[in-house]
């Protein structure tokens, strides 16, 4: 396959799988709220069901991303040289550790 039209193809899925994720979470978040169990339906899934779904579509838009970076990693390491310049791998690893930050700190608001 084209090394284009990968990425083309790559693009594509992931705007597929954000635009579904984003969906499902405005559903699960103004359609089938939490609560009384004859309300917790929508297109005869329940709220655990589309919150499977979106699990699922989350670990996919994971998975493209990875492939996303890796087939994009020239442009970014040029992009980054041309901006940071020398200091480019040291700003790619600041920049990483930030988002690993931010992850974590989630995660700790979430489990107190």
Known sequence: MNRHLLKFCVDVLLFIDICSIAAIGFLLAFVVPAGRA???YFLWLHRHEWGDIHLYLSVFLLVL???HLW???GWITASTKAYVGEKWKQ????????WLAVLLLGWLINVM
């Open 38 to 40: 004859g309300e917790k």
């Open 65 to 67: 991303l990875i492939l």
């Open 71 to 73: 087939l994009n990693w």
């Open 91 to 98: 700003f790619l690893g600041w920049l990483a550790c930030a």
